[in-house]
């Protein structure tokens, strides 16, 4: 034991082992996820009156497009990327109006959150979360000295924050405004503004989404099965009961990969917001604490590559894109657990889904570049790049971000 431990350590202090650990954390959840996808959806898929890959199909061909910006994230200077901020946020603002407008927004079971470009969607809130995390990153690291007046800290952008999130919460999305704000308390926390406004910050952003959830029907009964879910096990409670009968029929090894009963026409959403339910069911509980300490070393690595990084941005936007994705693992699992109230936030990379999963592949690519950023990294890859840089047309880390 003492030796596996110290060779864990040793080889944690190599210079690449960050960069080495994220590949290794991209490349088994996006494999995880692809299989899962193809398991839980070729019901559904044959259902829809397609083929029974129709579903993994097209998931699989959102995850090319997304290791085309996986390498893109990893390939653009630092530097350009946050020089390009401000423009990313000021489209992505424009997007979010353009959505909402009849016409030219796309309306799907009355939430207009969606452009339809020759058959494919596209949603606006996702990169949006990614461009709020740049710029909130650059504003917050140029305000470093300042940030314990509470005016610098809040301003410019909270106002801008809530501008985004008023514009989600229109189209209605409670889910992606929940991710929204998980962004903004993450920049701020991790910018080191004073303990005071980050508790009313939290306190505040905890009433509004317990506002916004009762303030519509569907929302409001989400809360009330989550309360009480004997109450209407057929109906708001039903997906939640089901998922827990998933959970619940794959102990602790599951049934087999492929063998779920839920998938047929039990559980809703089988391959999306509820596949962790899936997982559950085939591969049992081994699969899911697989699943779990896949997203725990994310965790653990991407906080490891903001501690290691000395640009003050680097480490705001890299804590916070890390917080973010995993954040939103553990909402997912803890509302298919029971834990939490329905909220629609997709498990990253695992659940299908073509704007999420393009999106989170891109800010896997950022986390890497920052990777070979931090300072022994850089050092070693200027001097040797190695096979992976040069197979992927990487350029030496620049002396500086």
């Known amino acids: 034991m003492i030796s596996l431990r110290g060779s864990a350590a040793a080889w944690l202090a190599r210079p690449l082992a960050s960069l080495h650990l994220l590949l290794a954390v991209f490349a088994l959840l996006t494999t995880f996820g692809l299989v899962m996808v193809l398991s839980a959806s ?18 699989a061909a959102f995850c ?29 603002l424009v997007l979010l109006v353009a959505v909402l407008i009849p016409g030219v927004g796309t309306s799907v079971a009355g939430a207009r959150k969606w452009f339809v470009i020759l058959g494919l969607s596209f949603q606006p809130a996702e990169p949006a979360k990614v461009a709020l995390a740049i710029w909130g990153a650059h504003v917050l690291a140029m305000r470093r000295r300042v940030l314990h007046l509470w005016r ?35 920049l701020l926390y991790f910018a080191d503004v004073p303990g005071r406004l980050m508790t009313a910050l939290i306190t505040g952003g905890l009433l509004g989404v317990v506002i916004l959830g009762l303030s519509a029907a569907y929302r409001s009964s989400r809360i009330t099965s989550f309360l009480s879910p004997d109450a209407d096990p057929l109906g708001a409670a039903y997906q939640s009961t089901e998922a827990l009968y998933s959970l619940a029929d ?36 081994l699969g899911a604490v697989a699943v779990i300490a896949l997203f725990a070393t994310l965790a653990y690595v991407g906080l490891r590559i903001a501690a290691r990084n000395i640009d003050p941005w680097a480490k705001i936007l890299t804590a916070t894109l890390t917080t973010w994705l995993v954040a939103q693992a553990v909402i997912n699992i803890s ?10 936030i997709p498990l990253p990379l695992i659940s299908s889904g073509g704007t999420s999963l393009v999106v989170t592949m891109f800010v896997f690519g ?36």
């Open 42 to 59: 070729n019901v559904e898929s044959v259902a829809q009156g397609g083929s029974s890959y129709s579903v993994f199909v097209r998931q």
């Open 64 to 92: 090319l497009c997304g290791l085309v910006l996986f390498w893109v994230g990893l390939r653009v200077p630092l530097r350009r990327l946050r020089a390009v901020g401000p423009v990313l946020l000021l489209v992505m």
């Open 152 to 186: 610098h800290a809040v301003s410019p952008v909270l106002p801008v924050a809530i501008v985004m999130l008023a514009l989600v919460v229109l189209q209605p999305d409670l889910g992606t405004a929940v991710s929204i704000g998980i962004v903004v308390v993450s």
């Open 250 to 285: 794959g102990g602790v090894f599951g049934v087999g990969l492929g063998q779920s009963t839920a998938k047929w026409s039990y559980l809703p959403n089988a391959h999306n917001d509820f596949i962790f339910a899936i997982i559950g069911e085939e591969l049992g509980l």
């Open 335 to 344: 509302y298919v657990v029971g834990l939490l109230p329905v909220t629609g």
């Open 366 to 401: 950022i986390l890497a570049n920052a990777a070979r950023h931090e300072p022994e990294a850089a050092a070693t890859l200027r001097r040797n790049p190695g096979r992976l840089t040069r197979v992927l047309g990487l350029r030496p880390p620049s002396a500086r971000i």
